[in-house]
Each structure stands twice: as structure tokens, then as C-alpha cells.
């Protein structure tokens, strides 16, 4: 029997690039040739992204060879679901499941200096769904920072903490110095009493008044969230205030960010009165089955961060400040430059003049050079699709071994693209080259650190 033509029916995805797929599938003989396309498209853009672009974009980050490998292991075609332990699973055989799963726990503890952490969450997104899940409740009155002055959707309206029936008020922020604006927050807070604080910031320039924020929380057994999807590698590595240490009660992070290991969600805390809470909502509630070569490839990417985090994450600062520095120099204005432009990985660069941020983005990406478009908090509800701002992030060239002097060299070819209207393709030969010049992957064991 056939099924109706449902011709007008919704479609989110780009009609082109679907229909672009079925057609090339519909082209080949057979399944084989189908799979042969997949496999063609992955190597596309391991030759393009992997070797001949200069990646800038905030959240991404390259993992060493051996953590690469072990997302390819054996051990993760093995189910495990529960908490570590014989009586704990649900499937017999975890034997060395169980040993993988228990160093990667005990290594992201000493790492990141805590007495509570969880490595089973396939995403950061779902350890927010978590913290919801654990210490708020539907209809609870939750504060969190909205997305132009860089908040996330899975602390707003529009993601998990929305679709699970949190009532959602802005955390007041000062989009000058962009931070919290405490003042305004002492004054707010005590009029709602919010359950739950998360601050989630993915564009993320300076460190946040957090143990001033938990202090004004206190009177009513509010609990702060800190949620440092991008900060996590900066924070393990030293190189960031430290939230645990500063009031929050409980912090997740990707793993795919600074922390430069693989996509994945990491939940840390210190307090053993919400334990409970947290694990039960980790398992049963989020996780299942939860990828166990993923959480190898995690345990060994902590590893390296134990060996190599400060010196990485230092670098990673560094860069984003000479970068941040010369593109303001070359015209390219910075935000946060009466504060030294940046404390962390990232850059915001105001492109409103130039055409505004996709159009710049997708004309640098012709030169290979890839960034993201990125809200302002000048930006208005009708600017999301063309925000003003650029985000700029220097966690794979640095992984890479590039230092200052190349990022002088990489603001000066964004510079001549952007202010100057020199054609993209003109400087890509310089960015292919540039890429083509650090071809080793540093700040792990087979390869160590790169000269000084
Ligand atoms: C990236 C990001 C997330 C989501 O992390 P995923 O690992 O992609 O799920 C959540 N919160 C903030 C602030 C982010 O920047």
C-alpha cells in the first residue's frame, strides 16, 4: 500500500542539500555504493577541515591520535548501562567496563579537584537536563543568562530547561564589562527567589562574580549551577577562576571544547547532600547505554590534560589575546578592550560594519578560515539568523603549536579580508600554507609539548 504525498509537509533541514542526497543515492547501483558515499563524504572533509583550514571556531577542538583511537575500539561495542559495579549493572561481562569506567571517574576527580564526577552523559546539554532534573522542579522559577550576551538554549525557553516546565527570568548583565551585573542581581534575586541559578556562557570573555551571586542566593537554599561548556579545559587546567572553589554548587561541562577531548558531557560536584539526587537523575533518568569507547577516549584525554592541561590551556589564553589584539589593531573591533579583550579561549569580534557576521563568516570560510557567526548584545530578537558579532577561538591552532607569531599572521590575513576587501581566495594559498606548516598534534603523549 502506498502512503499519502504529503507535498507541503514541514521540512527544517535545507530542501537543496536533502534533495542533493537522494539524488546521489538514487545515482549508485547498489547499497555498497551508498555506503561508499558516506565514506567519501567523511574523507571530504578530513583532506578540506583536517588539513587545509585554519579552525577558529570556539567549541571545536582536535583529540589526540590515541584518544581518536580508542573511539574506535572494541569496547564500545559493548553495552553497559547503571552505575560501576557487579551488583550495579543490569548486563554481566562488564568486568573491564567496569575498570575503564571507574579510571575515567577517579582521573577526571583528580583532575579536576573534586570530590563527585560523571562521565556518562553523551553531551553537555544533557548534564544541564541533569541539574534540572536533580535540584529543580517543573514550574520552579530558574534564573539564566539569555543568548545575545552568550547564554545557551539549554538554560532558556527554547531547550531542556524550558521544555521540562522551568520558569525562566534573565540573570542581569552589564554588556560592557560582560559580566553579571551583581548589583542588579542582588536586587532581582530576593524578588524571585529562583530554586536554580545556571550560568552558562558560551560567548565567555571574563570571570564571573559567582561567590557573590551564591552569597545572595543563600537566604532561601538557592543553589548556583555553573554551567562551563566552554571553560571546563580552562578551569582543569588553572587557567580560569575555579566555581566549585567560588559558591557554585555544581558544574558540567563538554568535553569537545577546551577540555579538548571527545563530544561528550562531564558533571562535577563536591557536596554529598546532592548526590543522590544528581546520580539518580544521571541514571535512570539520561543515560542508558552511554558509549563506553567514548568514555575510554575520555579517560585518556584526562590523562593528558593531567600531564599537559596548564601548559595547553595557558597557551590557548595567550593566543586568544594576541589574536583578540592584533585584529582590534588591524580594524577588526574587539569586545571587552578596556579589559584586555579576553581572558579565555575566545574573541568577539563586532562585524556589524563589514556586513555583519555570516556574511563575514562565510567569506572567510572561502579563504579556509573557519569562525562562527555570533549574537552581540546590541543584537535584537529579528538579528538571531544575521547577528553582528564574530566568535573567534584558538583551541586547535593551538593544539597545533601555533603561539603569538602566528596569530599575527592569522589576524593579518582575517584583517585583509574583512577591512581591506581583499577577495578570500587571494589569501587562501597563505592559510593553506599556514595549516600545511604545524602538522603535528602537541600536548600529548606521543608527541609531548612543542619546542619553546
Ligand atoms: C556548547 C554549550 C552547551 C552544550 O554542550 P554540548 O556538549 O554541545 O551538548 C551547553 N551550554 C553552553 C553554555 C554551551 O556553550
Redesign the pocket.
Given at each position: 500500500m502506498n502512503r499519502p504525498e504529503r507535498p507541503n509537509r514541514f521540512e527544517v533541514h535545507d530542501a537543496d542539500a536533502l534533495s542533493t542526497a537522494r539524488a546521489l543515492i538514487e545515482a549508485c547501483a547498489d547499497a555498497r555504493e551508498m555506503g561508499q558515499k558516506v565514506q567519501e563524504a567523511v574523507a571530504r572533509n578530513a583532506a578540506w577541515r583536517g588539513e587545509e583550514c585554519i579552525n577558529l571556531l570556539a567549541?571545536e577542538a582536535p583529540t589526540s591520535p590515541s584518544v581518536r583511537a580508542l573511539l574506535a575500539a572494541e569496547i564500545g561495542t559493548r553495552a553497559a548501562e547503571g552505575h560501576i559495579g557487579k551488583v550495579n549493572r543490569w548486563f554481566a561481562g562488564t568486568r573491564h567496563i567496569d575498570e575503564v569506567e571507574a579510571l575515567c571517574v577517579e582521573l577526571l576527580k583528580k583532575h579536576f579537584r573534586c570530590s563527585y564526577a560523571d562521565h556518562r552523559l553523551c553531551?553537555?546539554?544533557?548534564g544541564?537536563a541533569v541539574v534540572y532534573t536533580a535540584l529543580s522542579a517543573p514550574g520552579d522559577v530558574i534564573m539564566s543568562a539569555a543568548q545575545p550576551v552568550g547564554?545557551?538554549s539549554?538554560?532558556r525557553i527554547d531547550g531542556p530547561a524550558g521544555a521540562m516546565g522551568r520558569r525562566i527570568v534573565d540573570i542581569p548583565f552589564d554588556a560592557q564589562e560582560l559580566v553579571v551585573d551583581i548589583d542588579l542581581f542582588r536586587k532581582m534575586a530576593p524578588l524571585v527567589q529562583p530554586r536554580l541559578v545556571a550560568l552558562?556562557?558560551?560567548m565567555t570573555l571574563f570571570p564571573q562574580p559567582l561567590s557573590e551571586m551564591k552569597e545572595a542566593i543563600q537566604p532561601w537554599g538557592g543553589r548556583l549551577f555553573f554551567?562551563a561548556?566552554?571553560q571546563l579545559g580552562l578551569i582543569g587546567g588553572r587557567q580560569f577562576q575555579d566555581p566549585l572553589n567560588e559558591g557554585a554548587d555544581i558544574v558540567?561541562g563538554?568535553a569537545?571544547?577546551t577540555f579538548s577531548g571527545p563530544?561528550?558531557?562531564i558533571i562535577i560536584w563536591d557536596d554529598p547532600e546532592i548526590t543522590e539526587a544528581v546520580t539518580t537523575a544521571i541514571f535512570p533518568v539520561w543515560a542508558a547505554t552511554h558509549q563506553v569507547n567514548r568514555v575510554a577516549a575520555l579517560a585518556l584525554a584526562t590523562a593528558e590534560a593531567l600531564a599537559f592541561g596548564e601548559q595547553l590551556q595557558a597557551q590557548i589564553v595567550a593566543n586568544a589575546k594576541a589574536l583578540a589584539g592584533h585584529l582590534h589593531e588591524r580594524g577588526v573591533p574587539i569586545l571587552g578592550a578596556h579589559k584586555g579583550f579576553t581572558t579565555t579561549h575566545q574573541a568577539i569580534a563586532d562585524v556589524t560594519r563589514f556586513g555583519r557576521g555570516l556574511k563575514v563568516a562565510q567569506t572567510l570560510e572561502r579563504a579556509h578560515i573557519i569562525v562562527n557567526k555570533n549574537l552581540l548584545p546590541s543584537d535584537r530578537k529579528q538579528d538571531w539568523d544575521y547577528p553582528g558579532g564574530l566568535r573567534i577561538g584558538t583551541i586547535e591552532v593551538t593544539r597545533y603549536g601555533m603561539k603569538e607569531a602566528e596569530m599575527a599572521k592569522i589576524a593579518e590575513m582575517i584583517a585583509r579580508v574583512v577591512v581591506g576587501g581583499e577577495t578570500p581566495e587571494r589569501v587562501r594559498p597563505e592559510a593553506v600554507a599556514l595549516r600545511r606548516s604545524f602538522p603535528t598534534l602537541y600536548y600529548c603523549f606521543e608527541n609531548g609539548s612543542p619546542s619553546p
Open positions: 567549541p553531551a553537555s546539554m544533557i544541564n547564554g545557551h539549554s538554560n552558562g556562557l558560551s554551567d561548556a566552554h558540567t563538554s569537545g571544547k563530544q561528550s558531557g
